[in-house]
T-cell receptor, first 107, second 118 residues
Framework: EIVLTQSPATLSLSPGERATLSCRANQSVDTYLNWYQQKPGQAPSLLLYDASRRATGIPARFSGRGSGTDFTLTISSLEPEDFAVYYC?????????FGGGTKVEIK | QVQLVQSGTEVKKPGASMKVSCKASGYIFTGYSMHWVRQAPGQGLEWMGWINAKSGVTNYVPKFQGRVTMTRDTSITTVYMELSGLRSDDTAMYYCARDDRLGLLDSWGQGTLITVSS
């Protein structure tokens, strides 16, 4: 199965700062890489799909890039509601797999 | 709008079985498959498998093969996930999630907490 490694595990930032999250696959997933946001006590929700496409209603401050094995999720300017855990997930190969998550916390 | 409403919290004894339901609304039920994902307390997300809501064909992660059964009832637009032989490490939040395009989970249920404890 494809293993996804996210880094860092925790990112401590202040509102207004830029967040850069990484997701690395142990083999190519082309651009079949999705990002999800999970706030405390809530279910995950789709943020970006196919590496760079924003899901419906997702603000433009969220962007994604990458292909093959290296991917980045960028939040250009953190809003209070963005402090959450972010997971990457690949749909290139079965089984679907998720990264371990990056927690973006308030500094 | 798409809504997935899951059944409520349960406490189970080791060795027992559990069955979680996921009631779908707001879209054509048979046009989309459904995934099941679980999350142990304080841990990440683990995909368990999926079911084609139209055909009923399933695909399970080998880890759960033999213990998990996913079914659906198209008449009431509901998907079920049954897990048998429960162990303490099955304690988790279980989510259903709609498949938009072969592994893209675009809408999620609110989750069902299953606690396995003697």
């Amino acid at each position: 199965e494809i293993v996804l490694t996210q880094s860092p595990a925790t990112l401590s930032l202040s509102p207004g700062e830029r967040a850069t999250l990484s997701c690395r696959a142990n083999q190519s997933v082309d651009t079949y890489l999705n990002w999800y946001q999970q706030k405390p006590g809530q279910a995950p929700s789709l943020l970006l799909y196919d590496a760079s496409r924003r899901a419906t209603g997702i603000p433009a401050r969220f962007s994604g890039r990458g292909s093959g094995t290296d991917f980045t999720l960028t939040i250009s300017s953190l809003e209070p509601e963005d402090f959450a855990v972010y997971y990457c997930q690949q749909r290139s190969n079965w089984p679907l797999t998720f990264g371990g998550g990056t927690k973006v916390e308030i500094k | 709008q798409v809504q997935l409403v899951q059944s409520g919290t349960e406490v189970k004894k080791p060795g027992a079985s559990m069955k979680v339901s996921c009631k779908a609304s707001g879209y054509i039920f048979t046009g989309y498959s459904m995934h099941w994902v679980r999350q142990a307390p304080g841990q990440g997300l683990e995909w368990m498998g999926w079911i084609n809501a139209k055909s009923g064909v399933t695909n399970y992660v080998p880890k759960f093969q033999g213990r998990v059964t996913m079914t659906r009832d198209t008449s009431i637009t509901t998907v079920y996930m049954e897990l048998s032989g429960l162990r303490s490490d099955d304690t988790a939040m279980y989510y259903c999630a709609r498949d938009d395009r072969l592994g893209l989970l675009d809408s999620w249920g609110q989750g069902t907490l299953i606690t396995v404890s003697s």
